[in-house]
């Protein structure tokens, strides 16, 4: 029986600190953010980790005062309680630390969120983001007289070997759509998010740009990024917006700048050619599209 469990502690420990953990999509007991691609997320992931020094040491701390109270305080063990009902060092402790902590934590915060919320003057690339039920539908702003527009739905299962989408490792079940939104790497993207008009409100999220903001009917949010490899990302609608909601993913594929003004080009008058050719360059024998790719090496 021990050695039973000796094993599934260890198979638990294998899968915790998998290779697999580092990738660009959701993956079974991942304990972490996944890995940055922007400046952004980089920024997220280090304030995660800041905000652990202050909560590991008070959550331990806290906890030692109610196991000393729970054992020192118990009523056999001190029948008669003190009837102490103030103490200035102790009010002057718990009123000036608390107010150090938040202070600590504001400092890094509020950069953080001024570095998201400034939007770059000049971005190379702005895109049009608008949710339906459910759906997302991208338009690529001066891309010619007729715009590169075109829907994004979940792949379905069965359309899986037509659109060339077999490997689950790489267009996983659920998160894998029919039509990705191209962006080049080491570009500013601006991102222009809103809804239908008669719809509800949903939210582009993608995890691994450290971007979330909400679709508003009627109203356009702004965002923006600059992803800086190569690579396949997954995101999902973050709102609560109906019985698909589950069902709504979002995938970026982000590619060299040459790939990207060839499948652009291409994209004004083939959109399904476009997306064949570049797959086939993508998912060929360089695998620039990895999503298991393990970006600690």
Known sequence: MIKKAFAALTALVCLLFASGTYADQPMPWQATLQPAATPIMREIRWFEQYTLWFIVPITLFVLVLLIVVCFKFRASANPVPSRTSHNTLIEVIWTVGPVLVLLFLAVPSFNLLTAQLTLPENPDVTIKATATQWQWNYEYEGSGETPVAFDSYLLKEPDRPAAGKTDLSVYPRLLAVDNELVLPVDKTVRVLVTAAPTDVI????????????????????????????????????????????????????????????????????????????????????????????????
């Open 202 to 297: 949903h939210a582009f999220a993608m995890p691994s740009f450290g971007i979330k903001i909400d679709a508003v009917p009627g109203r356009l949010n702004e965002t923006w990024f600059r992803a800086e490899r190569e690579g396949l990302f997954y995101g999902q609608c973050s709102e609560l917006c109906g019985k698909d909601h589950a069902f709504m993913p979002i995938a970026i594929r982000v590619v060299s700048e040459d790939k990207y003004k060839q499948w652009l080009t291409t994209a004004a008058s083939d959109l399904p050619g476009a997306y064949k050719t570049l797959i086939a360059a993508a998912d060929g024998s360089a695998k620039t599209v990895d999503v298991a790719e393990n970006v600690a090496k």
